[in-house]
């Protein structure tokens, strides 16, 4: 579409399919946050085989994460059965399965 302005003519552009553009963006948004959760928890589970009495904290600091982004992952690790949480919060450790 063209139209005369002060300073010469200005062009625009409409088209028909807005959604596309939305979709696009939930798609990525979507695949981005599965691909950094599984990274995440990737990591997770590396640095608590390295180091089994690895704490919430530490695992937050490591991974520049909020200790309960941390926690959800942890929790979502334990129901796939990837790690279990072996004695008492403070004294226990935790047992990865191999991956």
Do not use: H, P
Request: charge should be negative; charged fraction near 35%.
């Amino acid at each position: 579409m063209f139209s005369e302005a002060e300073d010469g003519f200005r062009c625009g552009f409409e088209y028909e399919n807005q959604r596309i553009t939305e979709n696009v963006t939930e798609n990525v948004t979507e695949n981005v946050t599965e691909n950094v959760t599984e990274n995440r928890n990737g990591l997770i589970l590396v640095e608590l085989k390295k180091n089994r009495t690895m704490t919430i904290d530490q695992l937050a600091a490591m991974l520049n994460a909020n200790r309960r982004t941390i926690i959800r992952d942890i929790e979502k690790l334990k129901e796939k059965g990837k790690i279990k949480r072996i004695g008492s919060t403070k004294g226990g450790y935790w047992q990865v399965e191999d991956f």
